[in-house]
């Protein structure tokens, strides 16, 4: 395999290449270099954080805790939560950074930008992290559903206040026009229609997915053309029965993996493999075993996101820092914070 193309390829599915690897490995045959960084990330490791201090209140409402603790001792409790998803930002880009599980963090990243959230509660965001990650190349459609049960998720996209006689339309619309399907895919009674089906979507204190069956709405519900009583999971199975929600992510996986400007023969191959089953790995190996992916025209195109570039510097110069504060500054001076979207598109 060529120098030019090893190195195209670990741009793409990681955080580029060091001369020690990339001389150790550029007389394999490319089917085995792709195949082995499929390996290398099959296993998730969670990131994990030191959260022992929290560990007494993680199951506790913010109602108990004031009671508990008084206004200005909740406010502290508040800030060091802020601070421990500091540590967690910090903790994700040394992840980036020296990994040898790359395909699956920069997988982990790339949905991070589709599933959009944020929240400042430290054990519900590292949930969220962490589903990110172990969905990463597994399955679309379970990828969905998880994501539609996760706490931060409920809270930034107030599916939470979403309740029977009462719906809020906010996680039904952005599921449809973020995550799926893109606008001018649905209609606004399918909005309305969704939102009832996820109504009584809720968490426990501590994370866990809760259906809040006196606040479900159990009558029935037209959506896309389908009649029937159906509930969240219902709604994201008929989501991916429509061949746009496959088209809708793999042009976004085009964009960021292959080249900002789309090819449609491409896209409507990589959409074929995509909609038979959903699988996010068989679709991610067809890309980079498919001799296109190589073109000259598809090499050198993107411009380096500044996360991208701050953990492709890491990895290839290397650089540590001694400060995490550093990593923080260097991300807001750029533009772009892990764990902080400026808004949910």
Known sequence: MRQRHIQHLYW??????????????KSIPKSTIVENLFMNSREMVPLVLDLEEFLSIKNKTPKKLKEEMGETGYRKLRRRSQQKVRDLNCAWIDRLSETNSILREKMTLFWANIFVCRDNHIFHIIDYNNTLREHALGNFRSFVKAIAREASMSKYLNNRQNKKMKPNENFARELMEIFTLGIGNYSEEDVKESARAFTGWSYKNN???LLR????????KTFL??????????????????????????????KYFVNPV?????LDEITKV????????????HIFNSAWFYEEKNIGV???SPIELLVGIRRIVPVSFDKKNQLNYLQKMMGQVLLYPENVS
């Open 12 to 25: 793409r599915a990681g955080f580029g290449i060091d001369v020690t690897i990339l001389n150790n490995i």
């Open 225 to 254: 053309g389908k009649k029937g009583n159906f509930n969240g999971d219902d709604i994201i199975d008929i989501i991916l029965e429509q061949k746009q929600c496959a088209k809708f992510i793999c042009e976004k996986i085009y």
């Open 207 to 209: 994370g866990d997915f």
């Open 302 to 304: 993107k411009i380096k």
């Open 262 to 266: 789309v090819e449609d023969s491409r």
């Open 274 to 285: 995509f909609y038979k089953d959903y699988n996010i790995k068989n679709l991610m190996a």
């Open 213 to 220: 069956k006196k606040q479900h709405d159990y009558g029935e």
